[in-house]
């Protein structure tokens, strides 16, 4: 079964408006971190923002920021006033267990994002 | 950034030859992981190390070996190259370090390996 869902594999959006990533994941795991990565043409992964499961408050990084919902088991990415840089491949992955151990990282399929000027 | 280098960054092999990955890390990091990309799949992880010489398997292990004798260096072999390994292979790592990062992961450039 998948671990880590998202349901959009390409999106689109105009440079300076607001877009959601969408990501589901499946865990019976009570602590758990969620990341969002992106990927540019260039091939190196990026980090962008990280949420833990006990976190309360969604996390926030500059203009990113996750939408986490613990009971719908979501952790969708806002991008805010969005760049042309921004364009780009977005992975969201789950780490399962404690933090700081090393555990199964499992990834999503990713999201193309293309922002249009 | 995190210091992390891979090497070789490109490698065209032949179906049976044994191929090793290396990763090197200046971060002093705990852990490190060993994943490849493939089109459709994201990243699938492989192999991953909790310390020197511990290791445990990731989704996609079989095929692959891995071993680390030393914290900044992790290696990863393919015993007998498949054509089903050609692939795009990233080296990450995490846990607290002289960064002081403690939940990411910092990944490597990438290798784009090919077996013919």
């Known amino acids: 079964a998948q671990k880590i869902t998202q349901t959009q594999p390409g999106m689109f959006v105009q440079e300076k408006e607001a877009v959601t990533l969408d990501c589901t994941y499946d865990t019976s795991d009570q602590s758990y971190g969620l990341f969002w990565y992106k990927q540019p043409s260039s091939g190196e992964m990026i980090f962008l923002i990280y949420q833990g499961s006990y976190d309360e408050q969604n996390a926030t990084e500059g203009r990113y920021s996750l939408n986490f919902q613990k009971a719908r088991k979501s952790a969708n990415l806002v991008i805010s006033a969005s760049q042309l840089g921004d364009s780009a491949m977005y992975f969201c992955a789950m780490r399962e267990g404690e933090d700081n151990y090393g555990q199964n990282f499992v990834f999503g399929p990713g999201t193309r994002l293309s922002v249009l000027p | 950034d995190a210091g992390i280098t891979q090497s070789p960054r490109h490698k065209v092999t032949e179906t049976g030859t044994p191929v090793t990955l290396r990763c090197h890390q200046t971060e002093n990091h705990r852990y490190m992981y060993w994943y490849r990309q493939d089109p459709g799949h994201g990243l699938r992880l492989i192999h991953y190390?909790?310390?020197?010489?511990?290791?445990d398997k990731g989704e996609v292990s079989d095929g692959y070996s891995v071993s680390r004798s030393k914290t900044e260096d992790f290696l990863l072999t393919l015993e007998s190259a498949t054509s089903s390994q050609t692939s795009v292979y990233f080296c990450a790592i995490s846990g607290i370090g002289t960064s002081g990062s403690y939940n990411e992961q910092f990944f490597g450039p990438g290798t784009r390996l090919t077996v013919l």
């Open positions: 190390s909790y310390g020197v010489k511990d290791t």
